[in-house]
């Protein structure tokens, strides 16, 4: 079965980095469109940032443009999402999700179900 796991969360100060990764189990993850979504406390499932099978298109929430940036490498079939300048309200649970097929005219993908696949989610917490 499909498999994504996430991994990289922590705790770090505010305006500081992480880097979280997932591996994907599989092959055929090397050709699905990825995201990361994130989930806060008491707070819904929202949209941080999507990448093409190819790698070649990006899309980010506007609450994370300029500070965090997807990126694959398919030969690992990993994908990555660099987070830069913290800040406290980036705390969440961060999930890895992929989708076999988005057509062109939902890209970018920004709702829960337009994956099919999920990790299990790596905590992430910023402290001021």
């Known amino acids: 079965q499909a498999q994504l796991v996430e991994s990289g969360g922590g705790l770090a100060q505010a305006g500081g980095s992480l880097r979280l990764s997932c591996a994907a189990s599989?092959?055929?993850?090397?050709?699905?469109?990825m995201g990361w979504f994130r989930q806060a406390a008491g707070k819904e499932r929202e949209f941080v940032a999507a990448i093409r099978s190819s790698g070649g298109s990006t899309a980010y929430a506007d609450s994370v443009k300029g500070r965090f940036t997807i990126s694959r490498d398919n030969a690992k079939i990993t994908v990555y999402l660099q987070m830069n300048s913290l800040k406290p309200e980036d705390t969440a649970v961060y999930y890895c999700?992929?989708?076999?097929?988005?057509?062109?005219?939902?890209?970018?993908?920004?709702?829960?179900?337009?994956?099919?696949?999920w990790g299990q989610g790596t905590q992430v917490t910023v402290a001021s």
């Open positions: 999700a992929g989708a076999s097929f988005i057509s062109p005219t939902r890209w970018p993908a920004t709702k829960p179900y337009d994956y099919e696949y």
């Open positions: 599989g092959r055929a993850f090397s050709r699905y469109h």
